[in-house]
């Protein structure tokens, strides 16, 4: 069975900082990884997603991942983190065999202050 | 831009009636997949479908159907709504291909009173 764990339920950083989200994954064969943003009563926007290759991943509204196999984890991260940032953020991991699902971590709360 | 459409945004329902929860997305795509999502638990998985009439259950698929009679349509079916079904319910969808991303539609929320 896959899982994912966002082992923080909130992460709190003032605009201009750096941003760490951070997620974790286990999985039986190689990983195909995800990450997705959710604003206030809105469905789920792609952000940017691990296939193969290059282990950082670059994405919209200038986010990144790194992929790390020895560690299992695919952290997100933002050099300078805006107010408008603020949004829950759900990790997700998918087998890369046959009709495999998508399964999410429980979301991060990243809020962004002034 | 794939579109994901969920036809019913704010739903108010009576305990015990059947609820229809609809989807349409218009990229062809052959994967089709209802997630519930609740506060502290994320998403979790209800059902999902890679073939027109084909199903297969998620990890949560009790109180719970769907219906797959045309590619771009998916359902979701509440036979006898409960309070405890009362969420916010994505659907999504994606083609075949683990790797390809999965779109999402903008959400229904329920309230089963």
């Known amino acids: 069975a896959q899982s994912v764990a966002q082992p923080e339920d909130q992460v709190n950083v003032a605009e201009g900082n750096p941003l760490t989200v951070k997620c974790t994954y286990s999985v039986s064969g190689n990983p195909y990884l995800f990450w997705y943003v959710q604003y206030p009563n809105r469905g789920l926007q792609f952000l940017l997603k691990?296939?193969?290759?290059?282990?950082l991943v670059k994405g919209s509204y200038g986010f990144e991942a790194e992929f790390n196999k020895s560690q299992t984890s695919f952290h997100l991260k933002k050099p300078s983190a805006l107010v408008s940032d603020s949004a829950l953020y759900f990790c997700a991991v998918r087998d890369t065999g046959g009709y495999s699902t998508l399964t999410f971590g429980k979301g991060t709360m990243l809020l962004v202050s002034p | 831009d794939v579109k994901v459409t969920q036809s019913s945004r704010y739903l108010v329902k009576r305990t015990g009636e059947k609820v229809f929860l609809e989807c349409v997305q218009d990229?062809?795509?052959?994967?089709m997949f209802w997630y519930r999502q609740d506060p502290g638990l994320g998403l979790r998985l209800i059902y999902f479908?890679?073939?027109?009439?084909?199903?297969e259950k998620g990890d949560i698929p009790e109180g719970y159907s769907v219906s797959r009679e045309k590619k771009e349509r998916f359902s979701l079916i509440l036979e006898s709504a409960s309070t405890n079904q009362t969420s916010m319910y994505l659907c999504?969808?994606?083609?075949?291909?683990?790797?390809?991303?999965?779109?999402f539609g903008e959400g229904s929320w329920l309230t089963v009173v």
């Open positions: 691990y296939i193969t290759g290059d282990n």
């Open positions: 999504a969808s994606t083609p075949l291909g683990s790797g390809n991303t999965i779109y």
């Open positions: 990229m062809d795509h052959e994967n």
């Open positions: 479908s890679y073939d027109v009439k084909m199903k």
